[in-house]
């Protein structure tokens, strides 16, 4: 079946330093994968939209020069948060869509790296 | 018009209760609709999904109902089980547009 594995799961760094989460797809592949953050009590924002040999998109108030994305083959994608402050703080969802074609538009979902900044 | 509204926020039900979330959406290039329940500490999980082809989709005791005309579906939980307390998101996609719009989330709570 179709799996996303997500680490790290969990990461305190202080104010202002940065931290990378990566998304690995095993048994598709992720021919798109979107980041999602999940804030405290919210639901999920649209962080950026990556597809392969494709330009990255981000959505309005995420930039690439804070948020990193590389995506550089149908199984793997990584995201960095820079210069990380309290306002960054949630969970950080990989979303990997299976190009396969088997299984539609379905987003099978990293376990979620959650970034804590004190 | 990408928004997607849910409700209700919270929801509890008592045991073997049918439990009803309901979801609406104002763009009408969405032919994708998956519900997703999210355990406490834990990723969201997809739980079911239909397209506009059919109005119904049933998997086990769960089932959604879609209304295209009128842009809303919903996911019903039939013989609601404790086991089934989470936060349940609804969203929507287009064809070749891959990114996912999703609802606010219900937290539903079954008592024994």
């Known amino acids: 079946g179709a799996l996303v594995y997500q680490y790290p799961r969990r990461t305190i760094c202080k104010s202002g330093t940065s931290m990378r989460m990566e998304c690995q797809a095993v048994?598709?592949?992720?021919?798109?994968v979107a980041w999602y953050r999940q804030s405290p009590q919210k639901t999920f924002e649209l962080i950026a939209l990556?597809?392969?040999?494709?330009?990255?998109?981000?959505e309005q108030n995420f930039t690439q020069e804070k948020f990193p994305i590389s995506h550089p083959n149908l199984s793997f994608s990584s995201m960095t948060v820079l210069n990380a402050y309290l306002e960054d703080r949630g969970l950080y969802l990989c979303?990997?869509?299976?190009?396969?074609?088997?299984?539609?538009?379905?987003?099978?979902f990293g376990e979620g790296s959650r970034l804590i900044v004190v | 018009q990408q928004q997607v509204r849910q409700s209700p926020q919270s929801l509890t039900v008592w045991e073997g209760e049918t439990a009803i979330l309901n979801c609406s959406y104002e763009?009408?290039?969405?032919?994708?609709f998956p519900w997703y329940h999210q355990f406490p500490g834990e990723s969201p999980a997809l739980l079911i999904a239909?397209?506009?082809?059919?109005n119904k989709k049933e998997d086990g005791r769960f089932t959604i109902f879609f209304n295209k005309r009128e842009k809303k579906f919903s996911l019903h939980i039939a013989d609601s089980q404790p086991g089934d307390s989470a936060t349940y998101f609804c969203?929507?996609?287009?064809?070749?547009?891959?990114?996912?719009?999703f609802g606010a989330g219900t937290r539903l709570k079954v008592i024994a």
């Open positions: 048994g598709f592949q992720a021919t798109s």
């Open positions: 990556s597809t392969v040999n494709s330009a990255i998109k981000y």
């Open positions: 979303g990997a869509r299976d190009g396969g074609g088997n299984s539609g538009n379905t987003l099978y």
């Open positions: 239909i397209r506009p082809v059919s």
């Open positions: 969203a929507a996609s287009g064809t070749g547009n891959y990114k996912y719009v």
């Open positions: 763009d009408s290039t969405f032919d994708y």
